[in-house]
């Protein structure tokens, strides 16, 4: 997957292979499990997967969430 985010005024992408997201950010990992960076919620503009990894869903749409944030 592609993590976009933006530190400045240009925006800046990271190729990972998964992430954790905690309190504060997100921890990127490689496909061996090692983080490879992270990226504070405050920069982060969105993750993209790449061709084959996107989730096709049963209508077409991703299920709403119960919480407030959905």
């Given at each position: 997957m592609k993590v976009?985010?933006?530190?400045?005024?240009t925006y800046e992408e990271i190729n990972c292979f998964?992430?954790?997201?905690?309190?504060y950010g997100?921890?990127?990992h490689?496909?061996?499990?090692?983080?490879?960076?992270y990226v504070p919620h405050e920069i982060l503009s969105h993750i993209e997967p790449h061709a084959?990894?996107?989730?096709?869903?049963?209508?077409?749409?991703?299920?709403i969430r119960g919480d407030d944030e959905g």
């Open positions: 976009v985010y933006k530190p400045g005024n998964d992430f954790r997201e905690y309190d997100i921890v990127l490689d496909e061996n499990g090692y983080n490879i960076g084959g990894e996107a989730v096709a869903f049963e209508d077409g749409e991703p299920p």
